[in-house]
Every structure is written in structure tokens, then in C-alpha cells.
């Protein structure tokens, strides 16, 4: 599929396997550096399953009734010091979340660490503390989780490591005690 930069007009030819899966794609400009979102038109005829269900989709979608994959005993918060999580850029930009639990689910209203980002699923994703790195990993959330420019289902994370979730870009860090 192609789409134009809504910013500079740089045309850009986006991944097929997201473009027919998703009703909106997002994607970066690579001349201008600059986020467009470009909803997909599909033809009144044509039947999309989606599966499984969104969590956006589901009839209840507190955080207490969010089903998530189940936790290993390898989660803990480090005894040396503690994960801070910076919101950089984006509606909420300049918000600092401290980890107080190994298992956190950032998303809109609802979550753990709830953002104001109209383009973040309720749900978006879960963070899993382990030692002196995070498991990130992508809830079926309707823009997608990006980690280095890509878009990923899941992704391991350090100190200093940045993803972003809608237009917010959220860094990890590690501060020793």
C-alpha cells in the first residue's frame, strides 16, 4: 500500500501484512522524522476477523478484568535500585512513573500507568520487571508498540532504552539506590 507523509508529502510504501490487517496504520516519515496515522479503506463487502479480541473491543475492559498472559515467578522488582519509566514526548510528556510492582499494563484510562493519549489502546502494553531489564510486550493494541523505529509484539528493554506508544515515546531507566 502506498501513503503519502500528511506533513511533507513524501510518499512511502507501507507493509502489506499491517495495512491489510489493520483499520489504521501508523508510520514515521523518513525525510521529515514526522508521525502519520492513514486509515485504511476497506470495501463494504469485505469481512475482517479480528482475533483475538482487542482488549478496546471486549465487553469489560477494566485492568482487574483484563486477561493477561499468566506471570512467571523470574518477575521482581531489583533489591538495588528501581525502574523509572519518563514519558519524553507526546500528550503527556514530562509525567514520571516510579515501578512499584514487577508488572505494570500502560494504557488510557484504566491502567496502571494511565496516559493521555487519544491514539493508545485502553490496554496498550505490559511491562514485566526482571533484575535490571523489562520485558515489553504489545497487548493487541490497535497502533501498535514501536521499539527502534519498528513495530513489535514484544521487546527487551534496559536502561536508557525508549518505545513509543501512539505519540507518546516513554524511556526506561534504572536508577541505583
Do not use: W
Not at 514515521?28 to 479480528?50: L, P
Not at 505490559?126 to 493487541?140: A, G, M, S, W
Request: a positive charge; proline letters at 6%; one cysteine or more.
Amino acid at each position: 500500500m502506498q501513503a503519502a507523509c500528511t506533513h511533507c508529502g513524501t510518499e512511502h510504501k507501507l507493509k502489506d501484512a499491517d495495512s491489510t490487517v489493520h483499520p489504521k496504520v501508523q508510520f514515521k516519515c523518513s525525510k521529515c522524522g514526522k508521525t502519520t496515522v492513514v486509515e485504511v479503506k476497506r470495501r463494504a463487502d469485505q469481512t475482517v476477523v479480528i482475533s483475538p479480541l482487542p482488549s478496546f473491543a471486549r465487553a469489560d475492559a477494566s485492568t482487574s478484568n483484563l486477561k493477561l498472559p499468566p506471570a512467571d515467578d523470574g518477575l521482581k522488582l531489583p533489591s538495588n535500585g528501581v525502574f523509572v519509566i519518563a514519558i519524553t514526548a507526546g500528550p503527556a510528556a514530562g509525567e514520571v512513573f516510579r515501578l512499584m510492582q514487577p508488572r505494570v499494563v500502560i494504557g488510557r484510562k484504566g491502567a496502571d500507568i494511565p496516559l493521555n493519549d487519544p491514539e493508545i489502546s485502553r490496554h496498550h502494553c505490559l511491562l514485566e520487571v526482571r533484575d535490571t531489564f523489562i520485558n515489553l510486550k504489545d497487548l493487541d493494541s490497535t497502533n501498535g508498540t514501536f521499539y527502534e523505529e519498528e513495530r513489535v509484539r514484544a521487546a527487551m528493554l534496559q536502561d536508557g532504552s525508549e518505545f513509543r506508544i501512539g505519540e507518546s515515546m516513554i524511556r526506561v531507566s534504572f536508577q541505583k539506590k
